[in-house]
């Protein structure tokens, strides 16, 4: 089979409320493709209450992609759910462990590093999410039905999430495999997820989606689409809506769109 | 490509209704509150309402309800918006039924929460903010130890978080029993200060996304 190609565009900026008080962007994302053509993907939400979050966040995602490269030579298959939650695990473990290194070179604790973590691998036939605490991953098949791949919200209330630096993160990390032939691909921070998703049963949006993945799929300058993105998130219609920090991430497989 | 502004205006956004932010201020109206103390604290929740609906995101998020105890203990204003609160004018009369109050607080959250429930609202995790002058008064023990018991145990699930401030001649030592966390002695009848704080803390949450606990702006009105 030939290998499948992603066209991919990422963004994270600042909220509203963390340019208000003069905190930084706590969100990251980090993405690379591998030669075989699978796209590893993590969007990280670092803890407004820790200090330090920016970091935990920016190393959660970095590692954890980093970490799936060096093993992704034989990724299991579509229909091998044990096998996709121990891959992924070991992408959750090492970002895990990242930031607990972090956090000793900087001679703080990993709870000020607090962050949430969502991980993504897709293969040209199927697509695998495991996360640690909010934030949501979407799919969409060849004929444009679109999918959630991540729990909705959880817990009695919106300000309790769980963070990658929790004792029970890696046992609790929520996993789903969809099993077929993605056309696009969305990860989201949880401060779009009230945009995205139809509460409470977290259910994807298609008017949002459906603009977004067009963009994705019509990439042509890699550096412009990313400034259009942060555009996207930056402008009024958004802040009028949340003022939390942003991370969107999409991905549209070679050969849509066109 | 598509231009930053074609972007903007193709993507359409879910219609969900906006999280909410429950406050109940808890609020003592007996006797001793009459004179500076009363006209104080209603002053005090007007500039409340002034700094919450300074906030866009505050004065829709953030749902405000007033019960006030003295002989009896009532519910002045149910949950409303910030952008609907009315400040109500308080007059001080009667003994000191704290106990009554703590209950009548907690019952009306629980309505709330089902609500939200049922309406598939999402909320954030409840406040209770009390101030009083004294010390339960008027009422029998096993009330006030009643509800004490269920404030820890709202406090342990994290169902609510309970504030207490004492004013004046408030026996700090008996609230102590009272609340789970550190009471605040506020600091002469600094109450416009005290509700700014409180304003900023409720902004504060109703912008934070899921995380555990929200760092609180230190109080610049009262002493622990």
């Keep these: 089979m030939e290998a499948a190609c992603w066209q991919v565009v990422g963004a994270s900026v600042r909220g509203a409320g963390h340019e208000k008080t003069g905190q930084p962007c706590q969100d990251a994302h980090a993405w690379l493709q591998t030669p075989a053509g699978v796209l590893l993907a993590a969007v990280a939400d670092g803890a407004g209450s820790a200090a330090q979050s920016e970091i935990g966040a920016a190393t959660a995602a970095r590692s954890a992609v980093e970490r799936l490269?060096?093993?992704?030579?034989?990724?299991?298959?579509?229909?091998?759910t044990p096998g996709w939650r121990a891959f992924l695990l070991s992408g959750l473990q090492a970002a895990q462990e990242a930031v607990e290194v972090e956090a000793a070179a900087l001679q703080t604790s990993a709870r000020e590093l607090a962050t949430t973590l969502v991980l993504a691998a897709a293969t040209p036939n199927c697509v695998a999410v495991a996360q640690v605490g909010d934030g949501a991953v979407v799919v969409a098949d060849r004929q444009g039905n679109l999918t959630a791949l991540s729990p909705p919200p959880s817990g009695e209330h919106l300000n309790e999430t769980t963070f990658l630096v929790s004792p029970d993160a890696l046992d609790t990390a929520s996993c789903f495999v969809w099993q077929g032939d993605a056309a696009y691909l969305a990860l989201l921070s949880d401060g779009l997820q009230m945009l995205a998703l139809k509460m409470p049963e977290g259910a994807p949006h298609a008017p949002f989606f459906a603009p977004l993945f067009r963009f994705a799929s019509d990439i042509a300058e890699p550096a412009a689409a990313q400034a259009q993105l942060e555009a996207f998130l930056r402008s009024s219609r958004i802040a009028e809506r949340t003022d939390d920090d942003l991370t969107l991430l999409l991905a549209a497989s070679a050969g849509t769109g066109d | 490509m598509a231009e930053p502004s074609q972007l903007e205006e193709a993507v359409e956004f879910a219609e969900n209704p906006e999280p909410r932010c429950a406050c109940v201020l808890l609020l003592d109206t007996s006797n001793s509150m009459q004179g500076d103390a009363i006209s104080a604290l209603n002053a005090g929740l007007r500039s409340f309402k002034a700094n919450l609906i300074q906030d866009p995101l505050a004065a829709?998020?953030?749902?405000?309800?007033?019960?006030?105890?003295?002989?009896?203990a009532q519910v002045i204003e149910d949950f409303?918006?910030?952008?609907?609160?009315?400040?109500?004018?308080?007059?001080?009369?009667?003994?000191?039924?704290?106990?009554?109050?703590?209950h009548k607080a907690l019952d009306l959250l629980q309505a709330r929460k089902a609500q939200y429930r049922a309406s598939g609202i999402a909320y954030y995790?409840?406040?209770v903010f009390l101030v009083t002058d004294g010390a339960p008064q008027g009422e029998p023990e096993s009330v006030v130890e009643a509800a004490a018991q269920r404030i820890r145990e709202e406090e342990a699930a994290k169902r609510v978080a309970f504030f207490a401030v004492g004013v004046e001649n408030a026996d700090m030592d008996r609230l102590q029993q009272i609340v789970v966390?550190?009471?605040?002695?506020?600091?002469?009848?600094?109450?416009?200060?005290?509700?700014?704080?409180?304003?900023?803390?409720?902004?504060?949450?109703?912008q934070s996304r899921m995380d555990e606990q929200v760092a609180l702006p230190p109080p610049g009105w009262g002493a622990v």
């Design chain 2, 80 to 102: 409303v918006t910030a952008d609907l609160f009315e400040p109500p004018i308080l007059t001080a009369q009667g003994m000191t039924h704290m106990g009554a109050g703590i």
């Design chain 2, 60 to 72: 829709r998020r953030v749902e405000v309800a007033v019960v006030t105890f003295d002989t009896q």
């Design chain 1, 69 to 80: 490269r060096c093993i992704e030579a034989g990724v299991p298959s579509p229909d091998d």
């Design chain 2, 125 to 127: 995790r409840p406040w």
């Design chain 2, 181 to 206: 966390r550190v009471p605040v002695k506020l600091i002469g009848l600094n109450f416009v200060e005290m509700f700014v704080w409180l304003s900023a803390s409720m902004q504060k949450v109703s």
